[in-house]
C-alpha cells in the first residue's frame, strides 16, 4: 500500500549559494562539535556558548564563519548527506555512510538504474540511491512497519527537498513485487535468503544483488543460498572497517577509536535464464559438512512436527476400503 506523499514541497531543491530560510545548517564549534539547525527568521540557536540569531547566517555564503552573543565562533556549512543520516530521526537502525559508499561503488549504482530495496527503515539508503540513479531512474522501496515508513518518507523529503520524482515507497513485504526488469537488487532484512526467489525473477541478466546482514549466521545461510540455487555468481562476501588518523606535523598516528563492525555485505550477480553457474573449485571444508548437517536436522525437526495429514472419508453413499 502506497504511503501517501506531500506533493506541495519542491523536489530536488537546490543546494548551493547563500544561506535561505528553511535551509540546514551544520555549526561547528571549536572543539568540533556540531550542531544542525533548520534556518528561521526571527529564530535562534541557543547553547550554553550564547545565543546565535538565525538572521545572522541568512544570506551569508556557505563557509562563513559567525559569532555567538558569548563569544564562540562557529563554522557554518550545509550538512553533507553523510553528516545528515546520522543526526536525521530514526526509526530502524541506519545503513552508516561506510556501508552505503560501498553498496553504490560495488553495487554500480548508475543513473538511470531501476533498483528494488526492501528495508527502507529510516530511509539512509534510499538517499543515498536516490542521489546514484538521479531523476531518471527508479528506486522501488519495500518496508513492511508503516511507521518506519513514514519515518523515511520524512527524512528523504528533507533532505531533498520534497518528494523525489524517482521514488515509490510501499508498506509491505517485498514478496508482493511482482514488477521485473531491476538492474539492481538490495535486501536490508532478517531473512534475506528466504525471498531469493523475488530477486531471481526481478533482476535482469548480469544484474547485481546486495545483502546487508549484521551476524555471522546470517551470512552463512545467505551465501549458502545463493550457492544452491545456482543461478547466480559465486557470493563475494566481506566488511569494511574505517580508521581515522591524526596528523600534527611530524606527529602521525590512527586515532584510538574507529568505526568497526556494522554488518556484512554479500553481492552476486544475476545468470542469464536457464543457465547454471560451473560449480567452483573448493578443498573440503569441515565448516560445510557442518552446515548441510545442521541444514539436514532442522529440516528432520520441520518434518517431525509437521501435522499428519487428514485420512479421506467415505462420502455418503460411499462404501470405505476397509
Known amino acids: 500500500m502506497p504511503v501517501p506523499a506531500d506533493v506541495s ?24 562539535r556540531t550542531h544542525t539547525i533548520v ?3 526571527g529564530k ?6 550564547g545565543v546565535l540569531p538565525h538572521d545572522s547566517l541568512i544570506g551569508l555564503p556557505e563557509g562563513s564563519v559567525v559569532t555567538s552573543s558569548g563569544g564562540t565562533a562557529y563554522l557554518a556549512l550545509r550538512p553533507l548527506l553523510a553528516d545528515y543520516v546520522l543526526s536525521m530521526p530514526r526509526g530502524a537502525q541506519v545503513i552508516y555512510p561506510k556501508d552505503a559508499a560501498e553498496i553504490v561503488a560495488i553495487g554500480d549504482i548508475f543513473p538511470g538504474a531501476r533498483v528494488l530495496e526492501a528495508g527502507a527503515g529510516s530511509g539512509a539508503l534510499t538517499c543515498w ?5 538521479g531523476p531518471a531512474g527508479e528506486v522501488h522501496s519495500y518496508e513492511i512497519r508503516d511507521d518506519f515508513a513514514q519515518i523515511a518518507r520524512a527524512n528523504v523529503e ?3 527537498g520534497g518528494p523525489h520524482p524517482a521514488w515509490r515507497l510501499r508498506v509491505g513485504d517485498v514478496r508482493q513485487c511482482s514488477e521485473t526488469g531491476f538492474d539492481r537488487v538490495i535486501l536490508d532484512m532478517l531473512t534475506p535468503w528466504e525471498v531469493l526467489d523475488v530477486v531471481e525473477r526481478a533482476l535482469v541478466p548480469g544484474g547485481v544483488f546486495v ?3 549484521a551476524t555471522t549466521p546470517q551470512l552463512s545461510e545467505l551465501v549458502e543460498a545463493l550457492r544452491e540455487r545456482g543461478s547466480f555468481t559465486e557470493p563475494r562476501a566481506w566488511e569494511t572497517l574505517v580508521r581515522d588518523w591524526h596528523v600534527d606535523g611530524l606527529a602521525v598516528r590512527p586515532d ?4 568497526g563492525h556494522t554488518a556484512f555485505l554479500v553481492t552476486s550477480r544475476r545468470l542469464a535464464p536457464g543457465v547454471t553457474a560451473p560449480p567452483r573449485r573448493r578443498k573440503p571444508s569441515k565448516g560445510k559438512e557442518a552446515y548441510l548437517q545442521r541444514k539436514r536436522r532442522v529440516n528432520e ?4 512436527h509437521a501435522p499428519a495429514p487428514v485420512p479421506e472419508t467415505a462420502g455418503p453413499g460411499e462404501e470405505s476400503d476397509q
Open 301 to 304: 525437526r520441520v518434518e517431525e
Open 39 to 41: 534556518l528561521e527568521p
Open 158 to 160: 528533507a533532505f531533498f
Open 9 to 32: 514541497a519542491t523536489p530536488g531543491a537546490a543546494v548551493r549559494g547563500p544561506f535561505r530560510p528553511g535551509d540546514r545548517v551544520q555549526l561547528t564549534d571549536p572543539k568540533g
Open 256 to 259: 584510538h577509536r574507529m568505526i
Open 129 to 133: 540511491l536516490l542521489r546514484a540513479v
Open 211 to 213: 545483502g546487508y546482514v
Open 44 to 49: 535562534a540557536f541557543h547553547s550554553h556558548r
